[in-house]
């Protein structure tokens, strides 16, 4: 499985950004996933959950401002982030979630304030 996230940068507090992940190696559709974010020495946390079956689950700082989305034929991850904060700096993470979890390279997403 490979993954490749893109999308990050710098940002002014109450901007937006959308983040991309393209996925392959794993029948995209049944395939859980989701964003992680790890700030500068806290650890990797979850963002938002994409469950096969179609379900969507955030984090409780991020509703309400960030949604995830998913296309199963394009095998495309989105997560659309608005009203960003300063706090939601770090380096964010797509996962899969098969047998194991699967990573891609992070991007870095920096609000200024």
């Known amino acids: 499985v490979q993954l490749q996230a893109s999308g990050g940068g710098l940002v002014q507090a109450g901007g937006s950004l959308r983040l991309s992940c393209a996925a392959s190696?794993?029948?995209?559709?049944?395939?859980?996933m989701a964003w992680y974010r790890q700030a500068p020495g806290k650890q990797r946390e979850l963002v938002a959950n994409?469950?096969?079956?179609?379900?969507?689950s955030y984090e409780d700082s991020v509703k309400g401002r960030f949604t995830i989305s998913r296309d199963n034929v394009r095998r495309r991850l989105y997560l659309q982030m608005n009203s960003l904060k300063p706090e939601d700096t770090a380096v964010y993470y797509c996962?899969?979630?098969?047998?194991?979890?699967?990573w891609g390279k992070g991007t870095q997403v920096t609000v200024s304030s």
């Open positions: 190696g794993t029948v995209f559709s049944r395939t859980n």
């Open positions: 994409s469950s096969s079956s179609g379900i969507q």
């Open positions: 996962n899969a979630h098969v047998w194991r979890d699967f």
